[in-house]
């Protein structure tokens, strides 16, 4: 059974940072692309971060670009989302996804698990 569990999250001051992981068990790590989505109340899950298998590409949303970056450990199983300078805009839940495609990476369509999410919040 494949499972993605997010850790990390938490209520910091905009200008913080923050760093995401997500433990995958249950698959073959490195032979995944890995993601983080987020969703805020009422609006749609947006991509944030994504890298591909073997970590040689990283991609990421304009509006993160330059604050977040995204790593894996494919030793630990592991993925990462560091979050500096954070604005209150960034507050969501965060997801991480793993999907077999590396075609795909920055649409909630090339995923095949998702977690269950952890909260981030960043006040003013």
């Known amino acids: 059974q494949v499972q993605l569990v997010e850790s990390g999250g938490g209520l910091v001051q905009a200008g913080g940072s923050l760093r995401l992981s997500c433990a995958a068990s249950?698959?073959?790590?490195?032979?995944?692309?890995m993601g983080w989505f987020r969703q805020a109340p009422g609006k749609e899950r947006e991509f944030v971060a994504a890298?591909?298998?073997?970590?040689?590409?990283?991609y990421y949303a304009d509006s993160v670009q330059g604050r977040f970056t995204i790593s894996r450990d494919n030793a630990k199983n592991t993925v990462y989302l560091q979050m500096n300078s954070l604005k209150p805009e960034d507050t969501a839940v965060y997801y991480c996804?793993?999907?077999?495609?590396?075609?795909?990476?920055?649409?909630?369509?090339?995923?095949?698990?998702w977690g269950r999410g952890t909260q981030v919040t960043a006040s003013s």
């Open positions: 249950g698959l073959t790590f490195s032979h995944y692309g």
């Open positions: 890298m591909d298998r073997r970590g040689d590409n990283t």
């Open positions: 996804a793993a999907g077999l495609t590396s075609l795909r990476l920055t649409s909630v369509h090339g995923y095949d698990y």
